[in-house]
């Protein structure tokens, strides 16, 4: 229990300081919103292996969900969906 506690919680947040980050280096805008859809991408991103995944591959998964989330979301905004 505990591993899934401290991997769900480094996804998650490792995450939403990516997008955040990302977010306002692209943009010069600090959004809230861009948080906490960073962190619940994280915390999809890590769901399925939070039991097996050692602490610093979660931090890597939220990395990569990060960029993956951002680039999934402008492209949603500029097809118009």
């Known amino acids: 229990l505990a591993r899934v506690c401290v991997t769900t919680t480094l996804s998650a947040g ?3 300081v990516t997008v955040i ?3 306002y280096l692209l943009t010069h805008i600090w959004d809230v919103m861009a948080v906490g ?4 991408a994280g915390l999809v991103s890590i769901t399925a292996g939070c039991v097996v995944v050692d602490p610093w591959a979660a931090i890597v998964i939220g990395f990569i969900g990060a960029f993956v989330f951002y680039g ?3 492209l949603l905004v500029k097809l118009k969906i």
């Not at 859809?37 to 619940?40: A, P, S, W, Y």
């Open 14 to 16: 490792t995450c939403g």
């Open 72 to 74: 999934a979301s402008k």
């Open 21 to 23: 980050l990302m977010n």
């Open 37 to 40: 859809n960073g962190v619940l």
